[in-house]
């Protein structure tokens, strides 16, 4: 089954880390993606750009509304994911508590619920 790693951090807290910090910070997450790559778990991942560049997108009585910015005022925000694939949801929670940002911030461990699931057969 695939899972979502949904990254949580503050990143008003982050942009005051110590550039040394930084280092060792990005160290940690390219120790994670080679150990779930070298398992053969991961997927996909990447770092997202800071909620500033959000654009959020509602339809509402047919019009599209664009709107700059984050659409939540929260104390974390969403700042990387990964996507991987486990045996089961025990196995995905050992890899989501190795992820570097579990004993920073928030992992949000959610499995993907497959298309195939509940899309209408044709």
């Known amino acids: 089954m695939r899972y979502m790693i ?3 951090a503050n990143e008003a807290a982050l942009a005051n880390v110590p550039a040394e910090a930084r280092v060792q910070m ?3 997450y390219g120790a994670y993606t080679e150990a779930l790559k070298k398992s053969g778990t991961w997927l996909a991942g990447d770092r997202l750009r800071p ?3 959000t654009t959020s ?7 599209t509304n664009v ?14 994911f990964y996507m991987i694939e486990a045996a089961d949801i025990d196995t995905a929670i050992e890899w989501a508590a190795r992820c570097p940002a579990a004993s920073t911030g928030t992992v ?12 209408p057969k044709s």
């Open 51 to 53: 909620s500033q560049a």
């Open 108 to 119: 949000e461990l959610r499995p993907i619920w497959e298309m195939d699931e509940y899309m």
């Open 57 to 63: 997108v509602r339809i509402a009585d047919g019009k």
């Open 26 to 28: 990005s160290a940690a």
């Open 6 to 8: 949904m990254i949580y």
């Open 67 to 80: 709107i700059d910015g984050p659409y939540a005022d929260t104390k974390e925000q969403l700042a990387g």
